[in-house]
């Protein structure tokens, strides 16, 4: 068996899991796709060696700004096989759950990287116009763990499902630790923030769905 037809495989299994989505509502969509270590594995190998940038913040004159976002940041086009897969996933998500108007990427994928104390990611929400087409904007966003929850102390998703829960703690934000192979499928306009790190090493992959403005 080559090594192509074992990630594929690999692959098939992962669409299989879909089925067990653990949680859905109206602001937060969470799959655990059972994505094969050795499929993380491959994404890593594959994209690390590309050009690393510090994460930087704002669509428009997009500046670094490490008191709001710390982290490193890998350009993914959105034709690559793994932008596929994700792509997959939220039309999922899409169909079950959110029934937006979806028609294609809103920008490239970004692999990110946390990996020095303290690197993190304040409150902030993705809304943002479409960077591919006029008139269209984003509307849903997705992240994909590539890291296991034991290879790094820290570094939670907190999902503020309203303004209040911005108050770290609030009774109704939705603060998790991603294990290898989640995903985590939200509105853009939904406030969120990673805590900084503490210690090991956080890899995501994230992408931004979108289509016409909403009416």
Known sequence: MTGSTILGTKLLQVGKNLSNELAKNTELYKIPSALP????????KQYSGLDTE??????E?????????SCKAIGLHTD???AGMMAHFVHCANKQTFQYDLKQWSNGIQFLIYDNPGDH???HCDVADDS???GYVRKLT?????????DYEGGELDLAMTPTDMVDGFANSDRMKLDLGDVIIFPTDSLHKVHPLISGKRMVLIGWMGGPKFV
């Open 37 to 44: 270590k050795e499929v993380a594995e491959a994404i890593v």
């Open 54 to 59: 510090e994460a930087t913040v704002k669509t």
């Open 61 to 69: 004159d997009p500046i670094v700004d490490k008191t709001v976002r």
């Open 80 to 82: 690559c096989w793994v």
């Open 121 to 123: 990611y304040d409150w």
């Open 132 to 134: 591919f087409t006029k």
């Open 142 to 150: 997705v992240i994909l763990s590539l890291s296991s929850k034991d």
